[in-house]
T-cell receptor, first 115, second 109 residues
């Protein structure tokens, strides 16, 4: 079972470049999330999509945009990358937004370096 | 959202029982308590979730006192492979997944 798949796994960008991180889940989950994790830090929520057709800001949305393309896919876009966006990005999905259906499944992460 | 406080780090020897306590004084009536585990270079993995009293699965136990202002994740007889970061989350909705910094557990021989 694939679960949550993120592409690419690694990426190096120059300051000012743009890119889109892709995320797809095959578990028919309603909710999807994007997190960033900096060295020695916990995960910080960037954006989430509680259900298809909706997106909301999380704790650190500045500099990012998202698209819930369909129920399976949730992409994260950096319009003008900055060194402060160097991080590991995780995508996650969960069945629902009310316990006990909130177990989140994570992708393997995208390691992004902005130089 | 209820704020959680947990130790930054803990050390243990193989074979010991490890208890990680999380404080959540402002927990709301509808909030559940969920614990995740994260290994280096991997995304977090769900361990256990509970609302009150005790919950046990094949991996861990979760103890929640009657006032629900804290919870304790218990890992029986840890091994080296249990070295990871453990996150305590409190919330009543799927998107209240705020992880914080977690507790870094180091298990040594």
């Amino acid at each position: 079972n694939a679960g949550v798949t993120q592409t690419p796994k690694f990426q190096v960008l120059k300051t000012g470049q743009s890119m889109t991180l892709q995320c797809a889940q095959d578990m028919n989950h309603n909710s999807m999330y994007w997190y960033r994790q900096d060295p020695g830090m916990g995960l910080r929520l960037i954006y989430y999509s509680a259900s298809e057709g909706t997106t909301d800001k999380g704790e650190v949305p500045n500099g990012y945009n998202v698209s819930r393309l369909n129920k399976r896919e949730f992409s994260l876009r950096l319009e003008s990358a900055a060194p402060s966006q160097t991080s590991v990005y995780f995508c996650a999905s969960s069945e629902g937004t009310s316990p006990p259906n909130t177990e989140a499944f994570f992708g393997q992460g995208t390691r992004l370096t902005v130089v | 959202l209820a704020k959680t406080t947990q130790p930054i780090s803990m050390d243990s020897y193989e074979g010991q029982e490890v208890n990680i306590t999380c404080s959540h004084n402002n927990i709301a009536t509808n909030d559940y308590i969920t614990w995740y585990q994260q290994f280096p270079s991997q995304g977090p993995r769900f361990i256990i979730q509970g609302y009150k009293t005790k919950v046990t699965n094949e991996v861990a136990s979760l103890f929640i006192p009657a006032d629900r202002k804290s919870s304790t994740l218990s890992l029986p007889r840890v091994s080296l492979s249990d070295t990871a970061v453990y996150y305590c989350l409190v919330g009543d909705s799927g998107y209240a997944l705020n992880f914080g910094k977690g507790t870094s557990l180091l298990v040594t021989p």
